[in-house]
């Protein structure tokens, strides 16, 4: 058995789905009779396969885009020995391998994340995975109070150019499974109707023009 064909699968396994496990071992079967074709996108076998791998890294992209950790409080965070905590729900079981991404990013804050399914802690040096998420762990995530979130808003509030607005993009990009996670997300409908509304036209401009002037003297002539 080639060793690509490994790896292929081994990305293709953390796809959830109906016949998560038959494509894999049919995919196995063909390749250890001698037809290596089954491995490539051409094939029938082949293109669900790599229909399958693209999702699955299109989750883990979602995964670092879209998790929001939240700063505990000095005392919690001495109590739980943890800095950082982040709520999140993937389509798929990317977890475990999409979470190093985090540890090159944060240095040796430590920090944790949970799921519907399982979760990941560090602890500025190891990893803790857990397949089931306890519920302690889902708890803090989930409860966590982000002293950052209103700022958050008002800056995604003052940034959003009506003008540009595209919903189909802005779902791609966005999934709005994602919103009711994020600090913005209970905004985008809103601003959504403004656009709709008109202010595609004049909103930015408008949010600009409200603001206060800064008065500036100019030097008199000599």
């Known amino acids: 058995m080639p060793a690509a064909l490994l790896g292929l699968l081994e990305q293709a396994a953390r796809y959830r789905g109906e016949q998560r496990w ?10 250890a009779h001698g037809d290596r ?4 996108a051409g094939d029938r076998l082949g293109s669900e396969l790599h229909r399958r791998i693209k999702q699955v890294s299109r989750e883990a992209h979602h995964l670092h885009a879209f998790v929001r950790f939240v700063p505990l409080p000095d005392a919690l965070a001495a109590q739980l020995q943890l800095d950082l905590v982040a709520y999140h729900e993937p389509a ?4 475990l391998s999409a979470s190093g991404h985090f540890a ?7 920090w944790l994340i949970a799921t519907p399914q ?11 995975y857990r397949h089931s998420c306890p519920d302690d762990w889902r708890q803090w995530a989930r409860n966590a109070d982000d002293p950052g979130a209103e700022l958050w808003r008002t800056y995604y509030r003052h940034t959003f150019n009506p003008a540009r607005l595209n919903p189909d993009a802005l779902r791609l990009h966005m999934p709005g ?4 996670h994020l600090p913005e997300g209970m905004l985008i409908p809103q601003l959504e109707g403004l656009a709709r509304q008109g202010k595609q036209r ?3 401009a408008q949010e600009v023009a ?4 800064k008065q500036v003297t100019r030097p008199t002539s000599p």
């Open 22 to 31: 038959n494509l894999l071992y049919e995919v196995l079967w063909r390749v």
């Open 37 to 40: 074709t089954a491995m490539l």
């Open 92 to 95: 798929h079981d990317i977890l």
């Open 104 to 110: 090159d990013r944060l240095g040796r804050l430590r």
């Open 118 to 128: 399982d979760g990941i802690r560090f602890d500025g040096k190891d990893f803790d």
């Open 177 to 180: 499974r994602f919103w009711r």
């Open 202 to 204: 004049d909103g930015q």
């Open 210 to 213: 409200s603001q206060r002037g």
